[in-house]
């Protein structure tokens, strides 16, 4: 049963960043939430989203960065993803879910606002968020949505918003799994576990990725804002879960 559960979860969580070019982390965390311990789970969601990551990164036509910005974020990035590692050994047990559940609802609920505050445009926002969500990819393998709030409120074009997300998160993801791995993480198992469902991550993104071609931007819109409420409230049910039962 489980493993049908990884499958579906794999295809549906591919799929959705295929269609919004974001989202694969959010929706793998959520459905593996009742099947892998919260910090355990991470290393099996980057090495997925990682290469997803390159195919955004290759596709450079569609996804142009921004490198000025994607410096600040990555140095600020880094330092978080380096503290997050440090946090692990401590964040196992139900802090650990309460905390991955109610970080899928802000980074949710955080994609959904459209036009964020030009406050929020300020470098000293951009440089602890960075820094933030260094922390909380490296921990829970979450939190993505923060950092495009903040390019968004500071001008930076969408159209490079996909690229810039893609090479943050591809360096977070590779410091983070060295920082695994060296803990001892990577193991026989993950490896299993990868050669199994890596196919079907490739071919979620694919279809997904198939339809973001031929989706109306209407659509597009709508697809993503469903999605990101749904994540929403179902985290926030996790949430709940977690601390009623703590």
């Known amino acids: 049963?489980?493993?049908?559960?990884?499958?579906?979860?794999?295809?549906?969580?591919?799929?959705?960043?295929?269609?919004?070019?974001?989202?694969?982390?959010?929706?793998?965390?959520?459905?593996?939430?009742?099947?892998?311990?919260?910090?355990?789970?991470?290393?099996?969601?980057?090495?997925?989203?990682?290469?997803?990551?390159?195919?955004?990164?290759?596709?450079?036509?569609?996804?142009?960065?921004?490198?000025?910005?994607?410096?600040?974020?990555?140095?600020?990035?880094l330092l978080g993803a380096l503290c997050g590692s440090l946090l692990v050994p401590y964040l196992e047990g139900d802090l650990a879910r309460i905390l991955v559940s109610a970080t899928i609802v802000v980074a949710a609920c955080t994609a959904l606002i459209r036009q964020p505050p030009v406050w929020l445009a300020h470098k000293a926002f951009g440089i602890v968020i960075g820094f933030v969500t260094g922390i909380l990819l490296s921990a829970f393998a979450?939190?993505?949505?923060?950092?495009?709030?903040?390019?968004?409120?500071?001008?930076?074009k969408r159209d490079y918003v996909r690229g810039t997300l893609a090479v943050?998160?591809?360096?977070?993801?590779l410091f983070t799994l060295a920082s695994r791995a060296y803990m001892g993480a990577v193991d026989a198992e993950l490896l299993r576990l990868l050669m199994i469902y890596c196919p079907l991550t490739l071919a979620g993104f694919a279809a997904g990725y198939f339809l973001s071609h031929r989706l109306?931007?209407?659509?597009?819109?709508?697809?993503?804002?469903?999605g990101l409420i749904f994540i929403a409230i179902?985290?926030?049910?996790?949430?709940?879960y977690a601390i009623a039962f703590a």
């Open 1 to 77: 049963m489980d493993a049908l559960v990884i499958g579906a979860v794999t295809i549906g969580a591919a799929a959705f960043r295929g269609v919004t070019g974001f989202g694969y982390a959010l929706v793998a965390a959520l459905g593996f939430a009742g099947i892998f311990s919260p910090t355990g789970m991470v290393p099996f969601i980057l090495i997925n989203d990682l290469m997803l990551t390159g195919f955004t990164v290759v596709d450079r036509g569609r996804s142009p960065i921004d490198w000025p910005v994607t410096r600040i974020l990555i140095a600020a990035g």
């Open 142 to 156: 979450v939190g993505g949505p923060l950092i495009a709030a903040w390019l968004l409120a500071g001008g930076v």
């Open 168 to 173: 943050f998160f591809g360096l977070i993801d």
């Open 216 to 226: 109306p931007a209407s659509v597009w819109d709508r697809v993503s804002g469903v």
């Open 234 to 240: 179902v985290g926030l049910a996790q949430t709940v």
